[in-house]
């Protein structure tokens, strides 16, 4: 359950970062702007039976895709949410500090209002939860989003921060990606 790059090498892997990030079993996790779920579907695994993995998505064609796929592996942890994140309270299936971490991957490029997002974060994570950011480095070769919407470590470290997010530390995402893991202050 890699992504691939146009000429066919893996460039993120779910399970080695969802290790990272610390995912284990019992968790509840939330993949905001899930697309095709590939780290709802590895998350869903590592948390077992005991925990639950929100997909979320604007996208009902990608939500539709998360639950054929999580049917055919026999998952029944997963919970697809249709929500627009650039709208506090889009989530609002998801109760107030509930999850214990938010992945945020390849996502914060997409969106206009990163405020919103982040608002609709602290409301659904759990005081002591993790956030998991993983973008695009600007200078990639040749695919992926333009340049100009990439967004800097030093942006998204800013960002959290305002809201009351703690930066705990970098993780090798890919070489295409940048990981950041940060903790609710």
């Known amino acids: ?26 968790y509840r996790v939330a993949d905001l702007g899930c697309g095709a779920g590939y ?4 998350a869903a695994r590592m948390v077992g039976d005991e925990g639950l993995v929100y997909g ?6 990608a939500l539709s ?9 026999n ?14 309270g889009g989530a609002r299936s998801i109760k107030d500090q509930s ?23 602290s409301r659904i994570i759990k005081s002591d939860g993790l956030l998991a950011v993983i973008e695009w480095k600007k200078n990639k070769l040749g695919f992926g989003p333009k340049e100009t919407d990439c967004l800097a470590k030093e942006e998204v470290v800013s960002m959290a921060k305002t809201f009351t997010f703690k930066f705990k530390e970098e993780i090798k995402a890919g070489p ?3 990981g950041l893991i940060f903790e609710r202050a």
């Open 1 to 26: 359950m890699n992504e691939k790059t146009p000429s066919g090498n893996t460039f993120l892997n779910p399970e080695n970062i969802l290790r990272k990030v610390g995912v284990t079993t019992g």
């Open 65 to 73: 895709s998360v639950e054929s796929k999580a049917k055919l592996y």
């Open 99 to 121: 999850i214990d971490i938010v992945l945020l991957i390849q996502l914060l490029f997409q969106v206009r209002n990163r405020q919103n997002v982040f608002k609709e974060i």
């Open 39 to 42: 780290f709802v579907l590895q």
């Open 56 to 61: 979320v998505d604007v996208l009902q064609g």
């Open 75 to 88: 998952l029944s942890n997963i919970q697809t949410v249709w929500a627009d994140l650039e709208v506090y």
């Open 176 to 178: 295409y990606h940048y």
